[in-house]
């Protein structure tokens, strides 16, 4: 039989408002760096000065949203955010550890693959715009994508279906839709297998989304403070190897570490 409340929750989720909601929160998105652009502000300051209004619209309209349409008032619970201190902890820093491998992973072949030089550069400055931006992303994104679509997706169309739905639309708006036909492809294979090896982790988190955000947050930022502190990768290096634009991602590496992880988490299929 089917749970009356879980059928009044799918009742009261509507494709419109899953597809709104998030198209409002991109307009308001550009529509603040249009603003900065009238303003004169540099061009490569506008994304992060954007990204401090979206996020806290994200934050402000999505616990009223959960509760308005999933019929709960655990609004952080629901969405795996608040859950036991301990537990969220050692979630977060599992996901910090899968990151560290992938990352250790793409070194190593790159390495061996003689595709890189080793030129240590670290600043303290540099260690915070790398913390930030994987704390920034990694929260905002997989708050938007395994904490809200996920969930909601799961109410209209069902779990298994869902996680695919999700990893899907995840990669399609990271995608550089400018690159040439075979580079687009690794890119969309590699952004797909990532959007399901994060839903995989929060499945085998109990629900909760830290050790996503370790996972997503330490690959943005690790992959940051490498490739701008500590290593330079060759512009000859193979771009199968490397992924497009040395987006690891994208290419061999990329695909085989990322297969990898979801072959551990096969039992959470």
């Given at each position: 039989?089917?749970?009356?409340?879980?059928?009044?929750?799918?009742?009261?989720?509507?494709?419109?408002?899953?597809?709104?909601?998030?198209?409002?929160?991109?307009?308001?998105?550009?529509?603040?760096?249009?603003?900065?652009?009238?303003?004169?502000?540099?061009?490569?300051?506008?994304?992060?000065?954007?990204?401090?209004?979206?996020?806290?619209?994200?934050?402000?309209?999505?616990?009223?949203?959960?509760?308005?349409?999933?019929?709960?008032?655990?609004?952080?619970?629901?969405?795996?955010?608040?859950?036991?201190?301990?537990?969220?902890?050692?979630?977060?820093?599992?996901?910090?550890?899968?990151?560290?491998?992938?990352?250790?992973?793409?070194?190593?072949?790159?390495?061996?693959?003689?595709?890189?030089?080793?030129?240590?550069?670290?600043?303290?400055?540099?260690?915070?715009?790398?913390?930030?931006?994987?704390?920034?992303?990694?929260?905002?994104?997989?708050?938007?994508?395994?904490?809200?679509?996920?969930?909601?997706?799961?109410?209209?169309?069902?779990?298994?279906?869902?996680?695919?739905?999700?990893?899907?639309?995840?990669?399609?708006?990271?995608?550089?839709?400018?690159?040439?036909?075979?580079?687009?492809i690794g890119l969309l294979g590699g952004l797909l297998m990532l959007g399901l090896a994060l839903g995989l982790q929060r499945r085998s988190d109990g629900g909760l989304l830290w050790g996503a955000i370790g996972l997503h947050g330490g690959l943005v930022g690790g992959w940051f403070l490498l490739t701008q502190g500590l290593?330079?990768?060759?512009?000859?290096?193979?771009?199968?190897?490397?992924?497009?634009?040395?987006?690891?991602?994208?290419?061999?590496?990329?695909?085989?570490?990322?297969?990898?992880?979801?072959?551990?988490?096969?039992?959470?299929?």
């Amino acid at each position: 039989m089917v749970n009356s409340a879980d059928a009044e929750r799918k009742n009261s989720v509507r494709w419109t408002g899953t597809l709104l909601y998030p198209a409002l929160l991109v307009a308001l998105f550009l529509g603040i760096q249009l603003l900065e652009q009238v303003l004169g502000m540099p061009e490569q300051h506008r994304a992060t000065f954007a990204a401090i209004p979206a996020l806290l619209a994200l934050l402000i309209s999505l616990p009223w949203r959960v509760h308005r349409t999933w019929g709960t008032s655990q609004t952080w619970q629901a969405l795996g955010i608040k859950g036991k201190p301990r537990d969220s902890l050692g979630a977060l820093i599992n996901g910090l550890i899968k990151a560290v491998l992938l990352l250790g992973l793409a070194l190593i072949g790159l390495t061996l693959a003689q595709g890189l030089n080793w030129q240590p550069r670290l600043s303290s400055e540099l260690l915070l715009n790398g913390l930030a931006l994987g704390l920034g992303v990694g929260f905002a994104e997989e708050l938007l994508f395994r904490g809200w679509l996920l969930g909601e997706l799961s109410l209209l169309i069902g779990k298994q279906r869902a996680l695919w739905l999700q990893a899907g639309l995840f990669s399609l708006v990271h995608l550089h839709f400018r690159l040439p036909l075979l580079p687009l492809i690794g890119l969309l294979g590699g952004l797909l297998m990532l959007g399901l090896a994060l839903g995989l982790q929060r499945r085998s988190d109990g629900g909760l989304l830290w050790g996503a955000i370790g996972l997503h947050g330490g690959l943005v930022g690790g992959w940051f403070l490498l490739t701008q502190g500590l290593v330079e990768v060759h512009a000859s290096a193979p771009e199968w190897l490397t992924g497009p634009a040395t987006n690891p991602i994208g290419g061999l590496l990329g695909w085989l570490g990322l297969a990898l992880l979801i072959w551990f988490r096969r039992r959470w299929w």
